[in-house]
């Protein structure tokens, strides 16, 4: 039967089927009599168990094989996909742990290809010697880049062309390429699918609402898997991730609702220490922050807990608005916390806190891991705000009346940690706060239980920073560039991708880089900073920096969030192009945090277009909203989301995200179906499972 089906066009999906004979998408697919023991193993261990979840598993993107690429004679900025034959293969090693598996691939027309014929790689996968050798047809997908000369393909994509019956579902025709699933080749799982598609009864296949009245399901279905075309498929694709979106609003709309529920305590009436506290500043707060303080104290005098996201810039000026809300709280008589992911960021807040702080009297606390410090005696009282990190999840003593939490870098931690540090105040107001600019089609999705607060201004009092993209530049430029600023004063920044020397990635270390320095740049003094670092080292070398004792810290990217020096007014980054770009905008903005002008110098031997087009995003600006929205372009939504926001990792369809009509639609629907069945328990009950375990449970305990 396996056979017979998977050599039929998609044209037999029009096929007449006694619907009895059919069967329902719930069946578990050990019921399967076309799938063996090893594969519903393979498909269970990524959560695939009914035959419902196997068509669901729909492809990540499909090839045209009616035409390919032509082959490039130079690198390309996106991957292509090529047809031709292998016409040598081996295996190379390198090291006892560092081996090669090398193919030539000439082009499909019999031609030979000359010098500019493609070479594919993969590292330490030892096995493709037995599935790859000359003399196969193979198609292969992947980005063409220069290596010394020739053009190769590192672990490309690839599928061996065998003999084809006439109407063939892997070539000569539009193909779906799945997500790997370990232990099943591409090809088995296009025929799996393929035979699913008839054997399974489509009215089984339901959803709870219906998102796209006037489209069938299961045609769409067909077409999202086995299209005619690409636009079908993309039409397709967008019905189902308007599904996956809806199921994620609705889960925020209700979390929304939920908190309306709920009755906080008011805070925010007395407002004597924030008048001490804008007294005592020697400049102005930007127009952004008033603003922001002003929706943070409605908030705080509203009798439901404040639920609020701080969006802001680097260098925008949210740890200022952090201060002003948390003096609020405590002249309100309770307490007030603020997590942070890392000691030297927590560090750094509590060294903050005490300089503007302390002189208006309020008692200060840092707890972390590694450190416990105060700025008061303990005869004068509890601490009225404590600075910590993960630390502070653990010693819920510290907190006898907490009613306000600051959470920073809010994306570096998980729902169940926020949660945990809220769960040690009654009802608490809550204030999260990001530095990383989330591109305007994602607010929504990402923050749409929360209300926002936007920070787009910087303070006056800094210093101009300049962007410079350098390629292969002499090191004995660079080496006077710096002794010229460190003779007038002042202090740099040498950034690294690697922490140690790789065998797999060739980029210097700054375990390397750094006794390089040392002699480069004497008399002046060289530091090393890095997250191999046990606490303690890394404080000292902060300090020693801090003080001027350290003139230029070689370090990896463990200074990307709340380092504040603001003598510090260069920044190298060597193979900048090995860093994201929302990662290189952060790292920038440890300089230009003082009054001299700043240099942001990005290095790169890169000459890759996408490389090229990335880091000359950061030289033409300097706006994190818009640097988003470019990293959004070139990566794409799931790259750029990675692996940091629950419930957004697992996403299928996280392409969508950058489609704001798709967002809006998502959310209208969801707001219709809670404004009519506010608790999922009349007509659409059907949608209650749909509701995380985590929220429901939320639910039960408020």
Excluded at 161 to 167: L, T
Excluded at 332 to 360: D, N, V
């Amino acid at each position: 039967m396996i056979g017979k089906c998977h050599a039929l066009s998609s044209c037999c999906f029009h096929t007449i089927v006694d619907a009895s004979l059919l069967l329902p998408a719930g069946n578990l697919l050990e019921q399967s009599s076309f799938l063996t023991p090893k594969e519903i193993a393979a498909f269970k261990t990524i959560g695939l168990s009914t035959y419902g979840d196997l068509l669901m598993h729909l492809p990540k993107r499909h090839e045209d094989r009616r035409q390919f690429d032509a082959f490039p004679v130079m690198p390309t900025a996106h991957a292509v996909c090529l047809r031709g034959m292998v016409i040598d293969a081996r295996s190379m090693r390198f090291s006892s742990s560092y081996a090669a598996y090398e193919a030539i691939i000439l082009n499909g027309s019999g031609g030979v290809f000359g010098s500019n014929k493609i070479t594919c790689r993969w590292f330490n996968m030892p096995f493709l010697s037995k599935m790859l050798a000359a003399g196969h047809e193979v198609i292969v997908y992947g980005k063409v880049k220069d290596f010394k000369g020739k053009l190769v393909i590192d672990h490309p994509e690839f599928e061996i062309i065998r003999d084809e019956g006439a109407e063939s579902i892997h070539v000569d025709r539009i193909v779906p390429i799945y997500k790997n699933v370990s232990g099943i080749a591409q090809r088995r799982l296009r025929e799996i699918q393929h035979l699913l598609l008839h054997r399974v009864n489509p009215a089984s296949f339901a959803f709870p609402i219906d998102v796209s009245p006037g489209r069938d399901r299961f045609a769409d279905l067909r077409l999202a898997h086995f299209p005619e075309d690409l636009a079908e498929a993309q039409q397709a694709r967008r019905r189902f991730a308007l599904e996956e979106f809806f199921a994620l609003q609705l889960n925020v709309v209700w979390r929304r609702a939920r908190h309306f529920d709920v009755a906080g305590r008011v805070l925010g009436r007395k407002t004597t220490l924030l008048k001490a506290f804008y007294e005592s500043l020697p400049f102005d707060l930007t127009g952004a922050q008033k603003r922001s303080i002003k929706e943070i104290l409605a908030d705080m005098r509203s009798p439901r807990p404040m639920n609020r996201l701080l969006q802001g810039d680097v260098g925008s000026g949210k740890t200022f608005v952090a201060m002003a809300a948390m003096l609020l709280a405590i002249d309100s008589g309770c307490q007030a916390a603020l997590m942070a992911p890392t000691q030297i960021l927590a560090e750094q807040h509590y060294l903050t806190f005490r300089k503007w702080l302390a002189p208006l009297g309020v008692r200060l606390s840092l707890r972390t891991g590694n450190r416990e410090e105060q700025s008061h005696a303990h005869e004068e009282g509890d601490a009225q705000i404590i600075i910590g990190t993960h630390a502070l999840l653990y010693d819920a003593s510290a907190f006898p009346d907490l009613g306000f939490v600051v959470i920073d870098e809010q994306h570096k931690f998980g729902v169940s940690q926020r949660a945990r540090l809220i769960s040690h105040g009654v009802k608490p107001d809550v204030l999260v706060m990001t530095a990383t600019p989330i591109p305007r089609t994602l607010t929504l999705t990402l923050y749409g239980d929360l209300d926002v607060s936007v920070l787009d201004e910087r303070p006056a009092n800094r210093g101009k920073v300049i962007t410079a993209l350098r390629k292969d530049p002499k090191i004995t430029d660079i080496t006077a560039f710096l002794k010229q600023h460190l003779t007038e004063g002042r202090q740099a920044y040498l950034v690294y991708p690697l922490v140690e020397e790789s065998e797999t990635v060739k980029a210097e270390s700054a375990t390397e880089a750094f006794a390089k320095w040392q002699k480069r740049l004497k008399p002046h003094s060289t530091g090393l900073l890095h997250g191999k670092m046990s606490a303690e080292e890394k404080e000292q070398t902060m300090q020693a920096f801090r003080a001027g004792e350290i003139h230029a810290l070689v370090s990896t990217t463990v200074i990307e969030v709340g380092v504040d020096v603001p003598n510090a007014n260069i920044m190298i980054i060597h193979h900048a192009e090995r860093f994201g770009l929302a990662q290189l905008h952060q790292l920038r903005g440890r300089i230009g945090r003082g009054e001299h002008k700043s240099y942001c110098i990005l290095l790169t031997d890169s000459k890759t277009p996408e490389a090229l087009e990335k880091l000359q995003a950061l030289v033409d600006s300097h706006d994190g909203f818009v640097i988003a929205e470019v990293d959004l372009r070139l990566r794409g939504p799931g790259d750029v989301l990675g692996t940091a926001q629950s419930g957004i990792a697992d996403l299928k369809f996280a392409d969508f995200l950058a489609d704001p009509t798709l967002l809006r639609e998502a959310r209208a629907l969801a707001d219709e179906v809670i404004a009519r069945d506010p608790h999922l328990d009349q007509q659409h009950a059907a949608l209650r499972p749909w509701i995380s375990e985590e929220l429901a449970l939320r639910e039960q305990r408020d």
